[in-house]
């Protein structure tokens, strides 16, 4: 079960970055793109930040019990 978590945490993390890419992308461009979604975008980080944590915890977890 570690294994399986210690491969989605990488996805999680590159998920996490991508959104905060193209947010900052938009900020920095400005236009109706940006006005449209920027708080939508914040709003995906913060849940795939979240999940990422998550992911991480669960596995340092799995590690401490020996599974």
């Known amino acids: 079960m570690s294994g399986f978590v210690f491969f989605l945490i990488p996805i999680a993390l590159a998920a996490t970055a991508i959104i905060l890419g193209v947010g900052i992308f938009s900020l ?31 596995f340092l977890w799995l590690v401490g019990n020996g599974s």
């Open 28 to 58: 920095a461009k400005g236009g109706n793109f940006s006005k449209q979604h920027s708080n939508k975008l914040m709003r995906m980080r913060v849940a795939a930040q979240a999940i990422a944590i998550a992911l991480m915890m669960l």
